[in-house]
């Protein structure tokens, strides 16, 4: 009888626990309780967002599957600063997607999700953004490596940097699901964010956190690169010797490094500081009317990656236009002259049978 007892008195209170928990809610229950706006009809506000964003996310499709199409077309680029390049241009193209998919549940269209969509539409924004993040990241260290080395290419191995590229997913594969897997609010209404509202505060705190840190990683690792460059040419500039090429390819390696930095800065900084406000649970920061704001400022940055680091390469421009001519001017006589330019690039950009890659990125 006692273990009866027992065994009823843990069915009572697995019981109770459950009651806690709202697994068969809808969104607007949760949205409701973290006093977030959720319309039943399309305003303009509504529309004007989701029409900017819809273009903002065409766009960054595009540039970004012309950045990994010219990756793998031209074997100049099969060096492992590309591969990473081309890992971050999946990632802004996985944002690119997941913003387009958030863009066609957004709105009124919200009321009519299911709980497992929503964690869905919110999982693949963290994993592409986090993946974005991590990625750059990436590319600052092996710049950073690069530069102080005074090589061409990073010396690590192609299996090196494939190991790179998976853990880079690995990580944002976890933290973009660990919400869906228990990380929520689900449980403890009171935890729940206003952002998202079936999100505890305290995970939306450590992905802000997590995410200035890597920030704060960059700005040093780019500041100690710009710092280094400007002293270079100070020095080199005292020396007879000193050739203008040279001096060339420094002041474009300081205006790369400032507008990633200023780019960084501006696209992502006020989205952590407004997660993180919200995590904190700020009551007096009115962080549900910036919210879109911020997000969409977030995505640009995907499209401005993809500008910064490949489009300010001449080698990289060569083939986005020999791509583009193809598909549009497959059978024009613009064609050849391409051809005939890139033949000429070719032996001004190959030193010693090595490639120079231009120092621009």
């Known amino acids: 009888m006692l273990n009866v007892r027992f065994g009823c008195s843990g069915c009572a209170f697995r019981t109770a626990a459950m009651k806690h928990c709202f697994y068969n809610e809808t969104v607007g229950f949760f949205y409701n309780n973290s006093r977030k706006e959720l319309t039943t009809y399309w305003r303009t506000k509504d529309v004007l967002v989701v029409a900017l964003g819809l273009t903002v996310s065409v766009i960054v499709l595009l540039t970004n599957l012309l950045v990994i199409t010219a990756i793998v077309i031209n074997r100049r680029f099969h060096y492992p600063i ?3 390049l081309g890992n971050l241009a999946a990632a802004d193209l996985f944002a690119g997607i997941a913003y387009m998919f958030l863009m066609f549940h957004t709105g009124p269209r919200t009321a009519e999700l299911s709980l497992k969509t929503w964690f869905i539409r919110q999982s693949l924004l963290d ?15 092996e710049r950073h490596q690069t530069v102080f080395t005074m090589q061409l290419h990073s010396k690590m191995s192609n299996q ?24 929520h609010c689900l449980c403890a209404l009171e935890k729940c ?29 780019y500041t100690h690169i710009f710092i280094y460059v400007k002293r270079k040419m100070t020095r080199m500039s005292k020396h007879t010797s000193f050739h203008p090429r040279y001096k060339e ?4 390696l300081v205006k790369t490094v400032t507008i990633i930095l200023s780019a960084f800065v501006i696209c992502w900084t006020p989205g952590q500081v407004v997660l993180l406000l919200d995590g904190l649970g700020c009551k007096s920061c009115n962080v549900l009317a910036v919210e879109k704001y911020v997000l969409l400022l977030a995505e640009i940055n995907s499209l401005i990656n993809a ?8 080698e990289m421009r060569s083939t986005f236009r020999r791509i583009l001519c193809f598909i549009c001017y497959r059978n024009s006589r613009y064609t050849p002259t391409v ?5 000429a690039d070719r032996r001004t950009l190959s030193q010693n049978g090595h490639f120079t890659v231009d120092s621009s990125i």
């Open 82 to 84: 590309y591969y990473l």
């Open 127 to 141: 994993t592409s953004l986090t993946a974005s993040v991590v990625n750059l990241l990436a590319i600052a260290v």
């Open 160 to 183: 090196r940097v494939m190991i790179l590229i998976f853990c880079i997913w690995v990580t944002a594969l976890l933290l973009g699901l660990i919400p869906s897997y228990g990380w």
């Open 193 to 221: 964010s206003s952002m998202a509202p079936l999100y505890s505060r305290s995970y939306l705190t450590f992905w802000a956190i997590s995410n200035l840190v890597i920030f704060l990683i960059m700005v040093v690792v």
């Open 249 to 252: 390819t420094m002041i474009s």
């Open 307 to 314: 500008i910064v680091y490949s489009y300010r390469d001449n």
């Open 339 to 343: 051809v005939k330019l890139n033949t």
